[in-house]
Structure formats: C-alpha cells, structure tokens
C-alpha cells in the first residue's frame, strides 16, 4: 500500500538557519503531495503541496519538489524563524480510489531557539 | 466562517464509557474525515464519508462508529471506550473528495484520555 516516510526527529536550529525536511514516498501512478504543519495545540494547516511531477510547492518561505524518480518531496527554508517551530508532516492523497485518503508521514517537530 | 468545528476539546473517560466526538464544517464541503494522532504514528484515518448518506472504514475503525447526519456534521462514536483509544482525535473536510489535489482542512483536536 501507499506509505511515507519522513525524516526523524527532533530537529533543533539556530534562527536563520537553513532547513531541510525530508519525505520520500511508496504509490502507485501519479499522488498528489502535502506539506501540513501543526503549532501547538493546534489542528493542522496546509503549507503546500504539489500535484504533478517537477511542480515546486511554496508558502511563507517553505518550498518542496515533487520528484517522480527519487520519489521523493522534500521540505526546505533557507532561513528559520522562531515563529516556524512546530510539527511537520509530510502526506500524500492517491490518485485513484474513493475520496482520496490521505497517508501521513509520522512528523518532525521542529524547534527554533533565538 | 469557522472552518472545521470539534467538541469537546478535551473529556476524561472511564474504561467501558460511551462518548460521541462532534464535527461541523460550515465550507459546504462534500467528504470529511476522523483521524486519531498517536506519538511517533502521524494520523491514521478512522472513517471517512465521501458525501452525504455514505461512510467508510478507514485504516483503523475498530471499536468506533460514525454518523454523517447532514451534510455539516460527521460524529464519531466509541461504544465502549478502552485505554489503547487514549489519542487526539481530528475531523477534516475536503470539498471533493474524489479529487487527489484537494486539500483537507482539520479543526483543532480533541484530546481524549482513557483510564
């Protein structure tokens, strides 16, 4: 079956560093792919996604590459803030099937110290 | 426009206790979605109703129950309540859940505990 795998936890960075997340993915045919993000306490937000191959996800100064031959969506921001610390989750909804479950990677929580 | 609504935030039960989990969504979406979120697990889907009238087993459905009254609301129910059900419980909704780009939206949790 369908299944993501994202890079292990937890991550801790100085402000204004660079970060990567990655997410690499198992599907069949073409899945859509999502970058979701949870502060604390709260439910999860949508931070972008990609729909096709070589489509460049980007919001608030995150962006990720839907690679179809490394199968894979990593997550990248060339400069951290505070403001980013939370988890992360990378996700992907298949394109056949009824409405279009969506499988979750297990998260990265993400800590930025000042 | 409050999105995607859940009640109770929080709720303590004893183990064999029946509860009701309650979800709205005002986006007049068509599908929505009860996930449990466990440490180090991500979010497993319990149920899902791809529209008005239907609904389905997701990955883990045992020991829950669901109920898409309306197109609005979507309610989880566990019958008899066990400590392995201890999670926090999310709702989503999508506009067309036929669709692989369509994005989900989760309303804010409810934190369940089992004793």
């Known amino acids: 079956g369908d299944s993501v795998t994202q890079m292990e936890g937890p991550v801790t960075l100085s402000e204004e560093a660079c970060l990567t997340i990655n997410c690499t993915y198992t599907a069949t045919g073409y899945p859509s792919l999502f970058w979701y993000v949870q502060y604390p306490g709260e439910g999860l937000q949508l931070l972008l996604k990609a729909t096709k191959a070589d489509d460049k ?7 990720a590459t839907y690679r179809k031959e490394t199968t894979s969506f990593h997550l990248e921001k060339g400069s951290v ?11 992907l909804s298949p394109s056949s099937g009824s409405a279009r479950q969506l499988t979750f990677g297990s998260g990265t929580q993400l800590t930025v110290l000042p | 426009n409050a999105g995607v609504t859940q009640t109770p935030k929080f709720q303590v039960l004893k183990t064999g206790q029946s509860m009701t989990l309650q979800c709205a969504q005002d986006m007049n979406h068509n599908s929505m979605y009860w996930y449990r979120q466990d440490p ?8 899902y109703s ?12 045992n020991g829950y129950n669901v109920s898409r009254l309306n197109k609005r609301e979507f309610s989880l129910r566990l019958e008899s309540a066990a400590p392995s059900q201890t999670s926090v419980y999310f709702c989503a909704s999508s506009a067309r859940g036929l669709l692989s780009t369509d994005t989900q939206y989760f309303g804010p949790g409810t934190r369940l505990t089992v004793l």
Do not use: H, W
């Not at chain 1, 996800?57 to 962006?63: A, L, T």
């Not at chain 1, 803030?81 to 996700?91: G, H, I, L, T």
């Not at chain 2, 791809?50 to 459905?61: I, L, N, Q």
């Open chain 1, 81 to 91: 803030q505070v403001s980013d610390s939370a988890v992360y989750f990378c996700a």
């Open chain 1, 57 to 63: 996800g980007s919001n608030k100064g995150f962006e």
């Open chain 2, 50 to 61: 791809a529209s008005e009238g239907t609904t389905d087993k997701g990955e883990v459905p």
């Open chain 2, 40 to 47: 180090g697990m991500g979010l497993r889907l319990i149920y």
